[in-house]
């Protein structure tokens, strides 16, 4: 089964930087697109960010122009470089990737504070 392992989440004050990995194993992680979703207590889960296996991004735009989404195909790895922090970016940071199916991280608990 594909698995997608999360790190890099924490306690950051407002104006402050994080960088969130997600790591893919048992799949040819190359073809895939890969995303950063978050979720905030009582909302839906949105996108932040996905990057294709051509390189091309997306953004939000709450995010754009703070937040990077990079890949790392030799090491199965998609990055979210996050700048500028501000408090409504408290969230749980899910990474994502879609072939056939879905399939999700567990899961990285991002908390800004003022």
Do not use: H
Request: hydrophobic share 30%.
């Amino acid at each position: 089964q594909v698995q997608l392992v999360e790190s890099g989440g924490g306690l950051v004050q407002a104006g402050g930087s994080l960088r969130l990995s997600c790591t893919a194993s048992r799949i040819i992680f190359s073809i895939n697109t890969m995303g950063w979703y978050r979720q905030a207590p009582g909302k839906q889960r949105e996108l932040v960010a996905d990057i294709s296996s051509s390189g091309s991004t997306n953004y939000a735009d709450s995010v754009k122009g703070r937040f990077t989404i990079s890949r790392d195909n030799a090491k199965k790895t998609v990055y979210l470089q996050i700048n500028s922090l501000k408090p409504e970016d408290t969230d749980v940071y899910y990474c994502n990737l879609e072939t056939r199916t879905s399939y999700w991280g567990q899961g990285n608990q991002v908390t800004v504070s003022s």
